[in-house]
């Protein structure tokens, strides 16, 4: 007579199992399973118990192979903070908590993950959750020889060719197209099955990865661990201008309006500034970005810390304003013209458009010569000519008739006469006036050639000296 079937679960923590209720019906070695279906192989984060028939799950994962975790997320308005729901069986509170960014954990996500092979990283306390095959605090050591799957706790049970027995683990590792048998040939020992790339979910590793930009695709669940610079449930968004880092968590912190490298963090800074911080102005003479062009501007021009480009001083033109203003121009590129008299004046001031008189002239426009007995640049040089007046651009005395000197402080010399001394037309005997030029005999004389006493008389005599002028 058969014993009577029951089916009941077993109240174990985060497992689901199914076994008979029979005396001493078990599986065999690393079989478990209602039926003994399952390899113990299929068991990815328990421990297989033949005995019981199930695979025993470590705290935080449930399924009858252990690959799926005991938190369901529900994604709260901001999309940032998650509130997690316990499967049924299981009590606990609702709090908010932040993801950290793939091989982040900690409370501030601070801290690195150290875990090595694909070894998945709690984010609460950074323990490494190893894949088949793998073993130590960090997955950093291979099964043992002899030894595979889950932890390592199962045993091969291999032929020296490495063909596997009939009812062992080694030839009923659950592969297919999207999975992989992993076997290490120096050993001879098939170890573990784990997905192909772009798939998630063993051991069927059925599921297809949906992460973009390169994001790699954490083998159990399928969540995507984005690179720096990307964030997203897909990792499909780059991150927004300000924000950096794996999941874009991280503000910049560049100052004067300049952005950062979205993975680095770097900041970028704009024209015209520098600085680790971009919080620094362009050395004097420097422009551009990163201040590494030099500024060409000439005649103290500002040059523009962003552009380079010459803002010119009054007085200057040109693209680096190496020019002075042209004759007759002033002001801010020489724009302006001046309005000063050409024949009068030398044009204006370059800064100021004040005329600039000629010596000899004065007023606005330089239309106006010197008063007599002043000279020079704007008439303020006073006639140094005992009383006489002088030239206006020169300041040289104008002596009157019949004088002469630098200052006309003496007479023309004798045989002299007239403005500038000329000579005298007059003959050896007779005298010059100093003045007019006039000849004239000597007192006393008289005649054409004062060849006649004054007290001579005849026809031909004058009765007194008569004056002969000079030819016209």
């Known amino acids: 007579m058969q014993p009577n079937r029951v089916q ?13 209720d029979s005396i001493n019906n078990r599986c065999p070695h690393n079989r478990f399973g209602l039926l003994c279906e399952y390899s113990c192989s299929q068991c990815i984060f328990g421990t297989c118990n033949w005995r019981m028939r199930t695979c025993d799950c470590q705290s935080g994962f449930t399924g009858v192979f252990c690959n799926q975790t005991t938190m369901v997320e529900r994604n709260i308005i901001d999309g940032i903070h998650r509130c997690q729901l316990c499967h049924k069986g299981n009590t606990a509170s609702c709090h908010m908590e932040v993801d950290c960014p793939s091989n982040y954990y900690g409370r501030d996500c601070i801290h690195r993950c150290l875990c090595q092979h694909g070894g998945i990283c ?7 959750f190893c894949l088949s095959g793998f073993t130590g605090s960090r997955c950093e050591s291979s099964c043992p020889p002899g ?22 683990e080694c030839n009923s590792l659950p592969c297919n197209g999207n999975s992989k048998c992993l076997f290490e040939q120096q050993r001879k020992k098939s170890l573990i099955s784990s997905c192909s790339e772009g798939y998630y979910g063993p051991p069927s590793c059925r599921q297809k990865c949906m992460c973009m930009n390169n994001a790699q ?7 995507c661990l984005c690179h720096s610079g990307h964030a997203g449930r897909y990792c499909e968004r780059s991150c927004e201008r300000g924000w950096y880092g794996p999941g874009c968590i991280h503000r910049c912190n560049c100052l004067n309006g300049a952005t950062c490298d979205s993975r680095t963090g770097a900041c970028l800074c704009g024209m015209g500034i520098t600085g680790k911080l971009c919080d620094q102005e362009c050395p004097e003479g420097t422009f551009g970005r ?4 030099i500024c ?3 005649n103290s021009a500002q040059c523009n810390k962003m552009t380079g480009c010459c803002t010119c001083s009054i007085g200057f033109y040109g693209s680096t304003c190496q020019f002075d203003c042209r004759s007759f121009t002033y002001g801010f590129y020489c724009s302006q013209t001046c309005n000063c008299s050409t024949e009068t004046s030398d044009g204006c001031d370059p800064k100021t458009g004040k005329c600039r008189c000629k010596p000899g002239f004065h007023g606005d426009q330089c239309e106006t010569a010197c008063p007599t007995e002043q000279w020079g640049d704007e008439c303020l040089n006073k006639c140094d000519c005992n009383g006489n007046s002088c030239n206006s651009q020169t300041g040289v005395c104008e002596c009157p008739a019949g ?3 630098v200052r006309c402080e003496e007479d023309c010399p004798t045989n002299t006469y007239g403005i500038g001394c000329k000579p005298c037309p007059c003959q050896s005997f007779q005298l010059c006036d100093v003045v007019t030029g006039e000849c004239r005999c ?9 060849q006649f006493p004054l007290t001579a008389n005849g026809p031909d005599m004058p009765e007194r000296g008569d004056m002969y002028k000079k030819d016209a």
């Open 8 to 20: 009941r679960k077993i109240p174990l923590r985060h497992a689901y199992s199914h076994q008979l």
């Open 290 to 293: 990163n201040c590494s062009e």
């Open 296 to 298: 060409q501007c000439k």
């Open 122 to 128: 709690d984010s609460r306390d950074g323990h490494c």
């Open 442 to 450: 000597p007192p006393g004389w008289k005649g054409d050639a004062c």
């Open 147 to 168: 030894t595979f799957g889950h932890m390592c706790l199962q045993k091969c049970q291999c032929t020296e060719d490495n063909v596997c027995h009939p009812r062992t």
């Open 217 to 223: 695709c954490e083998p159990l669940s399928g969540r």
């Open 403 to 405: 004088r002469t000197g």
